[in-house]
């Protein structure tokens, strides 16, 4: 068995969910671990780091995974890519679109792979229902609604466990509903258009808390998205979500506890409590070595999420300040060859 050393920059409250996905496959070996806090990387491997580049240079790698701020990623990458190593990099890719398409043709120029940790479209329920919809369980899709919930945004002092969500300047769009705007595309095909509104209702913080996008797909079906961080949903579960499908035919949704109905039926229900809402941290993980192993294109390959979903959440965030419907193709043109 082909064993991957690998080692992890960033320590904090979601690596810990990377950090026990990595433990559960043989085929992996997190031997180094990096933070700016040297306690948490020592509890992550056993080689510790302050230092990136020390930890780069002093290691023989396979991959990196990045799990740390957005406006860390480009120096970050370009460290890892000049050491040739494969990278796996937590969302949101980058902090604008500017840096975004710099981190792209470096990892190109560089020749390695680099894929974007987007977990949402790996949670069970959607994998699930992308087999439904591609299939015809019901029939030719229309329409589709994710409403996204949790509650803590509020308050003097909101987002406890990620307390740097306070000052950052693009906060539920580029950080929450990316998710969602990913999915969308996995189950849906390609966005070709978005129309959003936001607005920031907590003082307290810097970005917007609040928003709502409208999107509609090559194939011409139509979607909402519609998030806020100040009411759980009444049957809190492993889902952020509740979640409507329309089809031709029938309809199928996802609730909160991550179960999915046709009507009155239950058709579909997770059960395993194993790792982060429906062990997708662990599934894109393994989608990532899978991929290094084999050769196959990862499903959030850089460039294309690039122009295909990240381009999304900047179309977004250009409708809201223009107040109109902003075709992606407006955003993505300039990088085009």
């Not at 990136?52 to 023989?60: G, I």
């Not at 307290?204 to 509609?216: K, M």
């Not at 429906?278 to 050769?295: N, P, W």
């Not at 690039?306 to 381009?311: G, V």
Request: hydrophobic share 40%; with cysteine; net charge negative.
């Amino acid at each position: 068995m082909n064993v991957f050393k690998g080692g992890i920059i960033g320590c904090g409250f979601f690596s810990q969910h990377h950090q026990e996905a990595w433990r559960r496959m043989p085929n992996v070996r997190i031997v180094a671990a990096c933070d700016s806090y040297l306690e948490r990387a020592q509890a992550a491997a056993g080689h510790a780091y302050a230092s990136a580049d020390e930890m780069l240079n002093a290691e023989d790698l396979d991959f990196v995974d990045i799990v740390t701020r957005s406006d860390t990623h480009l120096k970050l990458i370009s460290r890892a890519a000049e050491k040739g190593l494969a990278i796996v990099c937590q969302k949101p890719l980058a902090p604008d679109w500017e840096i975004a398409c710099r981190i792209v043709e470096i990892a190109a120029a560089n020749r390695v792979r680099l894929m974007i940790h987007d977990n949402w479209r790996w949670q069970a329920w959607y994998r699930a229902a992308h087999k439904m919809i591609a299939r015809g369980d019901i029939g030719a899709p229309l329409g589709y609604g994710f409403r996204c919930r949790w509650n803590d945004g509020g308050g003097d002092k909101p987002y406890p466990k990620q307390a740097y969500f306070r000052d950052i300047r693009r906060l539920i769009i580029d950080e929450t509903l990316v998710h969602h705007i990913d999915t969308a595309r996995f189950l849906f095909g390609d966005i070709l258009s978005v129309y959003a509104q936001a607005r920031r209702v907590n003082p307290r913080i810097q970005g917007e808390d609040q928003a709502i996008l409208t999107l509609r797909h090559a194939n011409e079906v139509v979607g909402w998205i519609d998030g806020h961080s100040f009411l759980a949903h009444e049957d809190a579960g492993p889902s952020l979500d509740e979640t409507i499908f329309d089809g031709e035919s029938g309809a199928i949704r996802i609730t909160s506890l991550g179960e999915i109905w046709s009507g009155r039926v239950k058709i579909w229900a997770h059960h395993s409590l194993n790792g982060y809402r429906g062990d997708s941290v662990y599934a894109t993980l393994h989608h990532f070595i899978s991929c290094l192993e084999t050769g196959r294109p990862f499903e959030s390959e850089a460039r294309e999420y690039l122009e295909k979903t990240f381009a999304v959440v900047e179309a977004a965030y250009a409708s809201v300040r223009s107040n109109r419907c902003v075709e992606i193709a407006e955003i993505v043109a300039p990088i085009a060859p």
